[in-house]
């Protein structure tokens, strides 16, 4: 079975921390994805990498970056933390290749205070 | 832009009951669909993927069809049971190349014992 990980279930930081979310998956998928969940806005794409070093940005990147080293972690940075991050964030992974089935994390719960 | 919408937001059914959850779609130029369940605070699990080609998909007491003319997917759930109370969220893939999914906001299912 695929397996993503996150490295924090529950995440508290202060408002202007430099803040890291760490995502490893276990199946040598080439695309990985950071998303963030709100209330009434469902699940919106924050940034997408198609392969190490390569990343391209979602629908709603403003006051994050991302980093892609290795081919198994996608880290999303949230430069200097605001309140209006305050959500759920998960990360898939999903091979290149059609059908491209999208297998994700279990979430990290993140609340700047 | 796509746009995909799931109606209704909410759904109580009693347990046995058989009932069917919809998902909508603007752009019928989508290369597959998916239906996820999300427990509350978790990530997010796949259920079905439905192939462009294909018009529908089973898995256990889950059916999913597909009719890309209209815009419209439903995933058919039988003998409701309380185990099956969560949020299930549709997302389509565009074509052109694209990797990204669009999804809906859920509908939230209570199954009542």
């Known amino acids: 079975d695929v397996k993503v990980t996150q490295s924090s279930r529950y995440l508290v930081k202060r408002t202007g921390e430099k803040v890291f979310l760490e995502c490893v998956q276990d199946?040598?998928?080439?695309?990985m994805f950071w998303y963030r969940q709100d209330p009434g806005l469902g699940l919106r794409l924050i940034y997408f990498?198609?392969?190490?070093?390569?990343?391209e940005k979602g629908d709603i990147p403003e006051g994050y970056s991302v980093s892609r080293e290795k081919k198994e972690r996608f880290s999303l940075i949230l430069e200097s933390a605001s309140t209006n991050q305050t959500s759920m964030y998960l990360c898939?992974?999903?091979?290149?290749?059609?059908?491209?089935?999208?297998?994700f994390g279990p979430g990290t719960r993140l609340t700047v205070l | 832009k796509q746009e995909v919408t799931q109606i209704p937001a909410a759904l109580s059914v009693p347990e046995g009951e058989n009932l069917v959850l919809n998902c909508s779609f603007t752009d019928s130029a989508i290369y597959n669909l998916q239906w996820f369940r999300q427990d509350p605070g978790k990530g997010l699990t796949s259920l079905l993927l439905?192939?462009?080609?294909?018009r529908e998909q089973t898995s256990g007491r889950l059916n999913a069809s597909l009719d890309k003319s209209s815009g419209r997917s439903t995933l058919y759930i039988a003998a409701s049971q309380p185990g099956d109370s969560a949020t299930y969220l549709c997302?389509?893939?565009?074509?052109?190349?694209?990797?990204?999914?669009?999804f809906g906001k859920g509908t939230k299912l209570t199954v009542n014992p």
């Open positions: 898939a992974s999903s091979l290149s290749v059609y059908p491209y089935t999208q297998y």
């Open positions: 199946m040598d998928h080439e695309n």
């Open positions: 439905i192939q462009s080609s294909q």
């Open positions: 997302a389509v893939g565009a074509q052109g190349g694209s990797e990204k999914l669009v």
């Open positions: 990498s198609y392969d190490v070093k390569m990343k």
